[in-house]
């Protein structure tokens, strides 16, 4: 009798599992499809479980799995999020690569590279995915751009920048791209503020830049996806022809300065 009453918990418990590891691919999948999007809170453990149908501790011991996963956040008396920031977003800020780009202001045309290739792509799903709430977000993006601009400090600026173009990123509802965009976060801030502190030294460049901006922003919102993808490469295509132009510049007045300098000796 008693390993009869053994053998029908172990089936309760290996049910439990079952279930719990079911729920969690469902809430996993729901995640990486966008049905729940980065930030939003999940509905109420009592709604979910009645959604699912299933038993309130299998539901938490899925979110507990989740949460272990870096997929969901938990937050004392405010419910269950999906994250943001995962550890494997995150943990490139601290890499040596971003060490080296501090020191090597040039390698931003290796940042310029990888943009180009990422931004069209993102640019041209966003067009074609894109929520009214994403479009909402953009717009919203690049309103606080604008206004930022001529700001006292120039993180200010480059900060709004990208944010812009990673509200682009996340309305084409593609998480891996959207976590490839996260991880070269700092380097795109540290490109974004590096550019714009050369580019506008050129006079009258803020309205080309501004434009280009608009016009990204108004194809991804009008859903013309060969636009978008157009405006983004355009735009990217400016700036570094813009930089090396500057870079140009800068390495004649050395060489001037040099030549002036031997000959005052």
């Avoid at 418990?13 to 930030?39: W, Y």
């Avoid at 038993?55 to 996963?69: F, K, V």
């Avoid at 993102?122 to 717009?139: F, Q």
């Avoid at 801030?189 to 506008?200: M, P, R």
């Amino acid at each position: 009798m008693i390993a009869k009453i053994g053998k029908t918990k172990r089936a309760e418990v290996m049910k439990k599992l079952r279930i719990a590891e079911q729920l969690t691919q469902q809430l996993e999948q729901m995640i990486t499809s966008g049905h729940f999007t980065l930030g939003e809170r999940l509905p109420a453990e009592r709604a979910l479980a009645e959604q699912f149908g299933v038993s309130r501790p299998s539901l938490r011991e899925s979110i507990q799995t989740l949460i272990s996963r870096g997929l969901l956040i938990s937050k004392p008396g405010g419910g269950t999020f999906v994250e943001n920031d995962t550890p494997q977003a995150t943990a490139p800020c601290s890499s040596p690569l971003v060490e080296l780009f501090r020191e090597n202001p040039e390698y931003r045309f290796d940042v310029l590279e990888i943009r180009h290739a990422l931004e069209g792509n993102a640019a041209w799903y966003a067009a074609l995915r894109a929520t009214d709430e994403d479009k909402a977000n953009i717009r919203d993006c690049f309103e606080r751009m604008i206004q930022r601009h001529g700001s006292a400090d120039p993180m200010d600026e480059a900060c709004a920048d990208a944010d812009f173009h990673l509200a682009i990123v996340e309305a084409s509802h593609n998480l891996v791209l959207l976590h490839v965009m996260k991880n070269l976060f700092e380097l795109l801030q540290n490109s974004i503020s590096h550019n714009l502190d050369k580019l506008y030294t050129i006079p009258r460049v803020f309205d080309p830049l501004s434009e280009q901006h608009r016009e990204l922003m108004e194809a991804v919102v009008a859903s013309d996806p060969e636009r978008a993808r157009k405006a983004a490469q355009e735009h990217l295509a400016f700036v570094e022809d813009s930089l090396k132009s500057i870079d140009a510049d800068e390495a004649r007045k050395v060489r001037s300065l040099r030549h002036l300098t031997l000959l005052g000796r």
